[in-house]
């Protein structure tokens, strides 16, 4: 389910720009997750269990959690190499330019809609594994767990430590998800759902701070940088390519 959600709401909207972009996503992802409740094949709405048993490396399925935690890790490890990696390539250079301005984009000559379908795979591919880790973790596959508050716990750590970045999500993970936890600890008995009035404070704040004049300016002096690094790696390359030849 993890892996259909980017591919399948993004689809239909790869041609639309902007806000527009995002909501017809969400509509389009909602009715993919309504299709999902009402199928035979997926449980309906009470999901399906996996098997519990005993350790089983093939089976990704192990009675302690230490296990999980060494190969979330090196799964986190591994896709931020591969996000870095990425974002010093032809293709990060593509996806940044297209970000900041898909006419001018198209205009030299990269195509929106073929940078926007990679993007979604590569998308795809990682939901895909972060999705088997987790029902794999839990033995349950809920069809709530695509629900949109779910979403927002995912995206939003990214909104806070910035989406322009690659260590971005994971300073908002470090700094959102310890304190998501800890209020649900302590507070979810008095106020139930905290968490998720939490994260809509946040997000209210991180968007009124996104439009102040000192994160615009600083938003600049990071494009900036970008794009002389990617003029740097790109001359470096181009000498590369001359010495060999």
Same mark, same amino acid.
């Given at each position: 389910m993890w892996a259909l959600w980017p591919v399948s709401s993004s689809?239909?909207?790869l041609i639309l720009r902007g806000p527009y972009f995002t909501l017809v996503s969400i @509509?389009? $992802?909602?009715? &993919?997750r309504q299709f999902i409740i009402n199928s035979e094949f997926f449980g309906r709405a009470s999901g399906v269990g996996l098997p519990f048993g005993k350790d089983s490396f093939a089976q990704f399925r192990f009675t302690s959690k230490v296990p999980y935690y060494y190969i979330g890790f090196i799964m986190m490890v591994g896709v931020y190499l591969i996000m870095k990696k990425i974002g010093r390539s032809k293709l990060g250079f593509a996806l940044r330019t297209i970000r900041?301005?898909?006419?001018? @984009?198209? $205009?030299?000559? &990269?195509?929106?809609?073929?940078?926007?379908?990679?993007?979604v795979v590569i998308s795809a591919i990682i939901?895909?594994?972060?999705?088997?880790?987790y029902v794999s973790y839990i033995r349950y596959i809920d069809p709530d767990?695509?629900?949109?508050?779910k979403s927002t716990e995912i995206v939003l750590p990214?909104?806070?430590?910035?989406?322009?970045?690659i260590e971005g999500p994971l300073i908002g993970g470090l700094i959102m998800i310890p304190l998501s936890e800890l209020l649900r600890a302590n507070f979810a008995a008095i106020l139930p759902g905290i968490n998720m009035l939490m994260y809509a404070i946040v997000l209210i704040v991180v968007m009124i701070f996104n439009q102040s004049p000192?994160?615009?300016?600083?938003?600049?002096?990071?494009?900036?940088?970008?794009?002389?690094?990617d003029a740097e790696g790109k001359g470096a390359k181009d000498k590369e390519k001359k010495g060999v030849a």
């Open positions: 689809s239909p909207s @509509a389009f $992802a909602e009715s &993919i900041e301005d898909e006419d001018a @984009a198209a $205009a030299i000559g &990269i195509n929106p809609t073929k940078y926007k379908v990679i993007a939901a895909g594994l972060v999705g088997f880790f767990i695509m629900i949109q508050s990214a909104v806070v430590g910035g989406a322009a970045y000192e994160m615009i300016a600083l938003r600049k002096r990071l494009t900036a940088r970008f794009r002389k690094e």
